[in-house]
Every structure is written in structure tokens, then in C-alpha cells.
């Protein structure tokens, strides 16, 4: 088997553990004879396409760099938002890529992110397939929102969920200490799946908090959600609202799109980017029930807590990234590295090759039934997927009590 | 020396250490020969006006809980925000309170708050005296504002530091892995007080962020600020934006005061509750330079961070409340508890008893000096002052992934 050497980059949202999953990918690669160098692409294909790639090898000498990657949130590969064109319509960039990949003497190239960087990888192993470039390419998944198929759950899910349910748990705490009666809106990220925003039902184990919780599968209906937290309030002092961000009517639009001063912009796949559910909510109960309510959007601390990470999911992204690249040199290619579950309790996984055509550019849905009909639990079958995730506590490490972060130098290779 | 009883209470609002000093104040009481039952009064002393008093002994027996005590946030005896009149306009109150103390046999009250609370604590201390009754008062400092006269700092303040530090390296890192510009603004609490918002300038040691600071003792000029920050866009990709949500336009209005939807109301102490700096800066940038913007409202789970404490706070927070303690047992009331430091580097502080007087409905401001004139950086000296506030991690214990919070029963007594 000839030695020839790796590259992998990153794209889509910062997780708090996608630089686990890059830790395992460069572990396995610097320990395979069969691999060179290890090479990382900066800001994704993007980013590559300008010739931004970096020999990570000469950075990755001290063996505690590996683990100290693995505890940093965000993306040391950095990221970037870059839609590859058809083919047939725009050759050029595939031909760019190629090109670098056979400079570099690229054996094995390694994308992680979500649903749209699959449709990247898939694409990019077509290409190279059609070249007879023997480059093996392998998706690797991450995302918060959890809705990649094939793949159980995707690494960075958990960690998110941890510090959902954590925040949920602690606002819910603050919210107790008065009085008055309060509602507490908090917004989750999600835009169309409601993993995350569902799975804060979790928390309710730890108080009670939240007591309603509404996902973007679901049409939301300002009414019933007024009189149903009209009915709460005569039990419970302190309201919890969990909300996802992509919450819709009946008629599909984003309920918050009449509000003044929300902002709405879209990015390169045509999503539209979101916020404002959780201050529709606080204004509606503020305006219709004239309780105390703040509302809370955990914004972007949600995917980059690195002081608050779920160590299941830190070692199980790690994992994918080192059977990504056992299954490279198995010979696979245009093929996900899935996590596949074996048993709830004890929790039990594997990594296996799913082909990348049946995850790239897809949604896996929240199963409707997870959550009661009246947005207030979860089932005992969800409980029990979400339950495993957020287990064991870890943290990015801290110097001078402040996190402390890994971060590669961009030492751009000259091409 | 005749045995009597210890009554402690909560006021104000929640922080992530106040509970360290409960359980450092019921701690001593236990251990004193000099103390019979510990009572806990709920809700402050509008609670106790009601006859909210639990007798905390039997729910104390395992020695583990007053840990686990120390290690929850919130407020464990839950708050008020409740203002005593002037006694000479309303005697009842102080009257009520007084046939409280005499009915559980109470020598010894402690009020754990910030400067509202220490005026509550210093006007009860006077009805005693008048009185002739033999209570000793003594209040015992907390706030994440940091605002209070003749302590050092107060506990809370540096776990709240640890937090939102902890949130800006993170939120920075964030906003890194993106190739398009973009601008990040912070919201901190702090209505009339800089100190949390200064702080922050701390978590520039772990990587550059935050770019721009703006405390509420310094006018907001709306136009240099936009000036300075095109500035720093031609030398920084991703700018962090550090802001009070209590900054003011040089006429002394809050600068968010016009904005649409930006709400107002008044507690009880007739502070305005803020809400909208962070969003009133997004919506000048976005509308002034247009460039990509988001704002983030640390909102209460700055305050409220179990799952992010300072080692070095919650230990200072016990040891102010088993201080306050010994101060009453030596004879003292009219009292507050105070921290006093004795170096930086290494970092040693004592506690010691300061008259209320100097603290009770004060402000401490935050020196002008500390915080550099083009709002960018923190003096030598002050980070020399909040380093040490910050040393070391800690955090709530956490039970299936999830934080697990020390709960009393609330057992009222029958009076």
C-alpha cells in the first residue's frame, strides 16, 4: 500500500466538539504507516480553493496537542458557508481541488460538518471517481441540530444538549428565588429540527423546567399556547418556555416575521437565519397575560461551550474521526462514518460506512411522538436516546481562570 | 455566654456564590456551643414578615449538604426585594420582625445581600438597640455588581467575572471560523455599576476579545463609538463588543431609552430595569455600517452559573459567612462582614467587621482610571485586582449529565 498523506477541513456551524472528531482524524493519521503528512484545509473548500492548507504535522509533535485540540470548541480548521456548483453548469472549482490534491499527493480527504458538507464530500468523491483520482473521501458528521440520517445522533449534539439543559436548569433556579409570578422564555437554536429545543425536556429531571416546549415540526398557535400557559400559571409559580428559533403557523411562516426590528437575512444554501421567537413570545405574553417575562436566546453559547461539554460526547466524536479514517484505508469512499447505537443502558456505539448519498443534503425529523401532544413531555423512548448524550462532565482547559484554548498557526504551504 | 438562636436570610438578587455564604454562616452556627436551633427565613424579610421560617437544623444533619449547599446557585432561602419604611412613618413592620426574633428565641440575624440589604440589615439593628433587645445583626455581602463600599469585592462578584469572561473567549472563538467580517456585542449586567462589564476586559489575555468596552460611568457617544469601531475593522476580522446594559448618553438617558419595543419598568427600590444596550448597538451597527452583527444578552445566567463558579469566590464567599458569625458571637451588630485584601500575588484576604453605615444604600464606583480612556483596556492595576477573583474551577454537582441543586424543605415553623 503506498504511502500518501491526509487532509481534512471543516465546514457548516462551530460545535463544541468538532475539533474532537479532527483530533481523532489527525491521531489516526499520524499512527498510520500508511499515511504521510496530515494536512488541514482552513475555512473548508472554500478556503482551499485559494490554496489555505496547512502541514499540521510538524504542529501536532507534543502529544498532549491532540488532547488539548480535542477539548476546544469552535473550528481550529476554521469554516466557511460554500455551496459547490453542479458540475455540468461550473467545473472550475472541482478542477481547482483536484488539482491540489494532487500536488499535495492527497490519499484520503476528510470533510466534517453537516448535511450540506456532505453534499461537498459526495460530490467531490463523484469528481474524483470521474478523474480516476484515487483519493477516498469521507463525509464525517457534526451538528447541533442533530437532524443528519443514517447516523444515530452526530457528535456535538450532546454537548449541546448538556449546556441546554445545564442554562435551562440554572435560569429555571434563578427564576424560583422570587414572589412574583415570572415567565422565562428561552430560545434554542434549530431551524427546522427540534432535537435540540425538544430535548431541553431533559432538564426536567433536574426541577421541572421547562413546562412547555415548542419545536418547528409543529405549527405553532399563539392561542392555545396562551391558554395553555394561562392554565400553568394557576399551578406553577415560575413558568419555563423552551422555544426552537424556526417556530411556524399553521401556514408555515416563521411566527416572529411581523414583529419590528427582527432581523432577516440568508446565507449561501438559502436558509433563512433566524432570530426573535423567544422575544415574539416575550412580547405576546408581556401584551396578553401582563405577567413578568424576560425572554433568553442562548445564541451561539449554546454551540460553543467548551466549559460545559457532555465527556460521552467528546469521546464519541473523537471515535468517528479515528474510524473515518479506518475506513478510508479500508479502501471506502463517498461513504459517512455513522455512529450506530447498540444498547441505551449500558450505552453502547460503533462506527459504521453509510453511503454519503443517503445523508447529503437531508433532514432527519424529530419523531413528532417524542413529544406529548400538548408540548409538554417527553416520551420514555426519547428519554432514553437523549439521556446517554449528555452524560460525564468535561471542560476545556483553563490558565489564569480563563479558558484556554488550542489554535494552529497558518502556516500556508507554498503550492 | 446564654445559648440562643441564629436566624439568616436572603435578599436581592441571585448569584452563584451567595448560597457558598449561607452555608459558611450555618456552618458556624452548628459548630458554636453558643447556638442552639438555625432558623432560615424565606424570601427576606417580607417572607419573615409572613412567618416564612424554617428550622434548618434537622435538614442538616448530613454533613455533606452544607457542601452541596455551598455548590448550588440561586438563593436556597429565595429573595425578596423588599424596602423597610422609614420607622418613624411605619413602625409595624420593624414590630412584626422584633416579636419574631423574640418568639424563636433569635440572638444572633444575619441578612446576606447588597446595599439595599445592608440599609434592611442597619435599620433592624437600630429597632433592636432602641429596643433593648439583645440581637445581634450583622449583613454579609454579596453581589455580582461588586458596587458595595468598604469590602474588598463581594462574593459572587468573581464567579459572575468567570462567567461572562468564560462566555466572550467563547463567543469569540465563535465568531472566529468565519471568513466574513462581523461584529459580536456582549450585554452585562450592571445598572449603575461598570465593574462586571470592566472585568470582562480580562478575557483579552485569552485571546484578543473583548475589542471595545463601555461601562455605564462613562457617557456613550454613539458617534465615536462607530468611529472607533470602523477603526478596528480595518485591523480586526471579528470585533467584540463588551456593553453595560446600563449605558448612558452624556445627558445621563439611557441610550436604548427610544428604541421601539425596549422595555422599561421600576422595582420597588425605584431602579429601572434595563433591558436593550446590546440590541440598541446591533441596530446602530447593522444600520450604520451594515456589516454582519448579533447581539448576546448574558442575561441572568451570568448571575446564576453553578456549572461555571470561581474556586477562589465560593471560598471566600464561606469563609465571609462563617466570619460574620464569629463577629456576632464576639459581641458585634450594626455590622457588615467585609473582605479585605491582603496581597495580589499571592492572592490572601481576611474578613473583618466595617460599620453598616458605610455600606448600607452606597455605591461603590468603579475608578474611571482603570478602564483606559479609548475604552479598549484595563489598567495594570485592575487586572492585578480581578485576576485573583477568578483562580481556580468549580462547579455544582451534576447527577445523569444534569446539575443537581440543594433544595430545603420549606417546613415553616408554627409561631
Chains 1, 2 share one sequence.
Not at 213 to 231: G, H, K, V
Not at 376 to 400: C, H, K, N
Request: charged share 20%; proline share 5%.
Amino acid at each position: 500500500m503506498t504511502v500518501k498523506n491526509l487532509l481534512v477541513a471543516q465546514s457548516g456551524g462551530p460545535t463544541a466538539a468538532i475539533n474532537a472528531t479532527l483530533s481523532g482524524v489527525l491521531e489516526a493519521g499520524l499512527n498510520s504507516p500508511h499515511i504521510g503528512r496530515v494536512y488541514g484545509g482552513f475555512h473548508g473548500v472554500e478556503g482551499m480553493l485559494s490554496g489555505k492548507v496547512v502541514d499540521l504535522t510538524p504542529q501536532l509533535s507534543d502529544p498532549e496537542a491532540l488532547r488539548h485540540l480535542a477539548l476546544t470548541p469552535g473550528m481550529a480548521l476554521r469554516s466557511c458557508r460554500y455551496k459547490m456548483p453542479d458540475p455540468k453548469k461550473d467545473d472550475a472549482p472541482y478542477a481547482t481541488l483536484l488539482e491540489l490534491f494532487k500536488k499535495l499527493d492527497i490519499g484520503y480527504f476528510f470533510y466534517i460538518g453537516g448535511n450540506d458538507s456532505m453534499d461537498t464530500a459526495l460530490k467531490l468523491h463523484h469528481r474524483c471517481a470521474q478523474e480516476g483520482l484515487d483519493v477516498k473521501v469521507i463525509g464525517v458528521p457534526k451538528t447541533i441540530d442533530n437532524d443528519l440520517p443514517e447516523t444515530d445522533h452526530t457528535p456535538g449534539f450532546g454537548s449541546a444538549v448538556k449546556y441546554v439543559c445545564t442554562s435551562i436548569v440554572e435560569v429555571a433556579r434563578d427564576a424560583s428565588v422570587y414572589p412574583a409570578q415570572s415567565v422565562m422564555v428561552v430560545e434554542i437554536m434549530g431551524r427546522d429540527a427540534g432535537w435540540l429545543t425538544a430535548s431541553s425536556g431533559l432538564a426536567q429531571r433536574a426541577g421541572g423546567a421547562p413546562h412547555l416546549i415548542y419545536i418547528p415540526e409543529r405549527a405553532f398557535d399563539p392561542d392555545r399556547f396562551l391558554s395553555d400557559l394561562r392554565e400553568l400559571m394557576t399551578r406553577e409559580r415560575h413558568v419555563i418556555v423552551a422555544v426552537s428559533e424556526g417556530i411556524r403557523d399553521a401556514a408555515g411562516d416563521y411566527v416572529h416575521a411581523d414583529l419590528p426590528g427582527v432581523e432577516r437575512s440568508v446565507d449561501s444554501f438559502g436558509h433563512v437565519q433566524l432570530s426573535g421567537a423567544g422575544r415574539y413570545l416575550e412580547h405576546l405574553i408581556k401584551t396578553q397575560i401582563g405577567c413578568k417575562v424576560r425572554s433568553i436566546e442562548l445564541s451561539v453559547l449554546q454551540r460553543s461551550a467548551g466549559h460545559c461539554l457532555s465527556a460521552t460526547d467528546i469521546a464519541e466524536a473523537a471515535e468517528v474521526g479515528r474510524q473515518a479514517v479506518a475506513l478510508a484505508l479500508a479502501g471506502e469512499s463517498g461513504k459517512m462514518a455513522a455512529i450506530r447505537r447498540l444498547s441505551d443502558s449500558p450505552y453502547r456505539s460503533d462506527v459504521v460506512a453509510v453511503p454519503l448519498e443517503k445523508a447529503a443534503g437531508l433532514v432527519k425529523a424529530f419523531p413528532s411522538d417524542w413529544l406529548s401532544e400538548d408540548n409538554r413531555t417527553l416520551s420514555q423512548e426519547a428519554v432514553d436516546y437523549f439521556l446517554p448524550l449528555i452524560a460525564g462532565e468535561m471542560q476545556t482547559p483553563f490558565a489564569e481562570g480563563l479558558p484556554c484554548h488550542f489554535t494552529f498557526a497558518e502556516n500556508f504551504v507554498k503550492l
